[in-house]
Nanobody, 124 residues
Framework: QVQLVESGGGLVQAGGSLRLSCAAS????????MGWFRQAPGKEREFVAS????????VYADSVKGRFAISRDNAKNTMYLQMNSLKPEDTAVYYC?????????????????WGQGTQVTVSS
């Protein structure tokens, strides 16, 4: 069992930056592929970014490529999402997720554990 807790969300103006954190506990963090997803009001949860067990292999949704960066610090059992050049359409609840694999995935159903989410609101 892995417990995930997101933090770092908030209200920011368009063009601004935020860094989300996902703190993991319960199992060996480095055994898990990790991902970030988001869900806007009235929309389905969608893939944002993923990374493998050491963070060396990353994948991004086209909508965030070049603006967001996923990383992890296995010594701190923490994953991050640096979000730059934020746009109003980035407004959503952001969730971190872990899967019982060394590799991340773009598919929501591949993940076994989820955090409770953190709200990100980007004003125009």
């Amino acid at each position: 069992q892995v417990q995930l807790v997101e933090s770092g969300g908030g209200l920011v103006q368009a063009g601004g930056s935020l860094r989300l954190s996902c703190a993991a506990s319960g199992r060996t963090f480095s055994n898990y592929g990790m991902g970030w997803f988001r869900q806007a009001p009235g929309k389905e949860r969608e893939f944002v970014a993923s990374c493998n067990w050491h963070g060396g292999s990353t994948v991004y949704a086209d909508s965030v490529k070049g603006r967001f960066a996923i990383s992890r610090d296995n010594a701190k059992n923490t994953m991050y999402l640096q979000m730059n050049s934020l746009k109003p359409e980035d407004t959503a609840v952001y969730y971190c997720a872990a899967r019982r694999s060394l590799y991340g995935s773009t598919w929501l159903t591949d993940y076994d554990y989820w955090g409770q989410g953190t709200q990100v609101t980007v004003s125009s």
